[in-house]
T-cell receptor
Framework: EDQVTQSPEALRLQEGESSSLNCSYTVSGLRGLFWYRQDPGKGPEFLFTLYSAGEEKEKERLKATLTKKESFLHITAPKPEDSATYLCAVQAVGDYKLSFGAGTTVTVRA | DSGVTQTPKHLITATGQRVTLRCSPRSGDLSVYWYQQSLDQGLQFLIQYYNGEERAKGNILERFSAQQFPDLHSELNLSSLELGDSALYFC?????????????FGPGTRLTVL
């Protein structure tokens, strides 16, 4: 069974203080790894898809990287509007569902 | 705005009742997925439909059922409701592409069972 573990559970940052979130996964064969952002009471908002080890993607202050066992979401010089829960999910080869981690809740103080 | 719509936004009902949640996928998307999000379980996959046919099933209870109609909208039916069914229910859609196709989520329906 696919397993996704995210750490830390919560992260409190000062505005401008860069940090990284970790997503460790176990899957029989990786079809894709997905990062989403979720605000309280809202639907997950798509951020990135990574397909193979070594791949990197960037969007504004966010950068996602992928190895064979884990993915990192780097937040550079965060702003208060980056406060949210960041979810990692994997999709296995031959499968369609997403298996999600529990998420990392990021709070950025001004 | 993901382009996926869900109605209603909120639903409050009593134990033993039946409710229907509705989802309209993004224009052109053939796949619809249903997920449940509760505080203790996180986001859990329930079921997937592709172009009107059931394609994959997760840990969906027998009291729950879904269908996808010819216009591609989908409905999730929850019956004999229990207190533990209180959760956020999300619909997602994807284009059905061959390479790790991205799922776009709707705003969700918050179900409260009293």
């Amino acid at each position: 069974e696919d397993q996704v573990t995210q750490s830390p559970e919560a992260l409190r940052l000062q505005e401008g203080e860069s940090s990284s979130l970790n997503c460790s996964y176990t899957v029989s064969g990786l079809r894709g790894l997905f990062w989403y952002r979720q605000d309280p009471g809202k639907g997950p908002e798509f951020l990135f898809t990574l397909y193979s080890a070594g791949e990197e993607k960037e969007k504004e202050r966010l950068k996602a990287t992928l190895t064979k066992k884990e993915s990192f979401l780097h937040i550079t010089a965060p702003k208060p509007e980056d406060s949210a829960t960041y979810l990692c999910a994997v999709q296995a080869v031959g499968d369609y569902k997403l298996s999600f981690g529990a998420g990392t809740t990021v709070t950025v103080r001004a | 705005d993901s382009g996926v719509t869900q109605t209603p936004k909120h639903l409050i009902t009593a134990t033993g009742q039946r409710v229907t949640l509705r989802c309209s996928p993004r224009s052109g998307d053939l796949s619809v997925y249903w997920y449940q999000q509760s505080l203790d379980q996180g986001l859990q996959f329930l079921i997937q439909y592709y172009n009107g046919e059931e394609r994959a099933k997760g840990n969906i209870l027998e009291r729950f059922s879904a269908q996808q109609f010819p216009d591609l909208h989908s409905e999730l039916n929850l019956s004999s409701l229990e207190l533990g069914d209180s959760a956020l229910y999300f619909c997602a859609s994807s284009g059905g592409g061959s390479r790790g196709d991205t799922q776009y989520f709707g705003p969700g329906t918050r179900l409260t069972v009293l």
